[in-house]
């Protein structure tokens, strides 16, 4: 069992920045790769970027690259989502998800077996 805590959402304006995190913990075996979605109101869930732990490569959805900044700090079990220039349209659900095994660098929700409960990010305009 995986528990994962996101922190870090809220309310900014057009431009703005925000940093997401998730705490890991409750897990036997870390799992090697750790995950951001985010999902809109009325649209499907989509993957934003994704880091695996003992390699330390990133990646990341391509409409996301340049603005979003994916790191994890191993030491501290936790993963963060360094967001910049926020848009309106950023306003989402963001989750954070663990998975085992290497699946490169795929960003699909069923690749990922642990979720968090979520955290708000709100942008206006």
């Known amino acids: 069992q995986v528990l994962l805590v996101e922190s870090g959402g809220g309310s900014v304006q057009a431009g703005g920045s925000l940093t997401l995190s998730c705490a890991a913990s409750?897990?036997?075996?870390?799992?090697?790769?750790m995950a951001w979605f985010r999902q809109a109101p009325g649209k499907e869930r989509e993957g934003v970027a994704a880091?695996?732990?003992?390699?330390?490569?990133?990646y990341y959805a391509d409409s996301m690259k340049g603005r979003f900044t994916i790191s994890q700090d191993n030491a501290k079990s936790t993963l963060y989502l360094q967001m910049n220039d926020l848009k309106p349209e950023d306003t989402a659900m963001y989750s954070c998800?663990?998975?085992?095994?290497?699946?490169?660098?795929?960003?699909?929700?069923?690749?990922?077996?642990?979720w968090g409960q979520g955290t708000q990010v709100t942008v206006s305009s």
């Open positions: 880091a695996y732990s003992v390699t330390g490569n990133t």
């Open positions: 409750g897990y036997t075996y870390r799992p090697i790769r």
């Open positions: 998800a663990a998975g085992d095994g290497w699946v490169g660098a795929s960003l699909r929700s069923s690749d990922f077996g642990y």
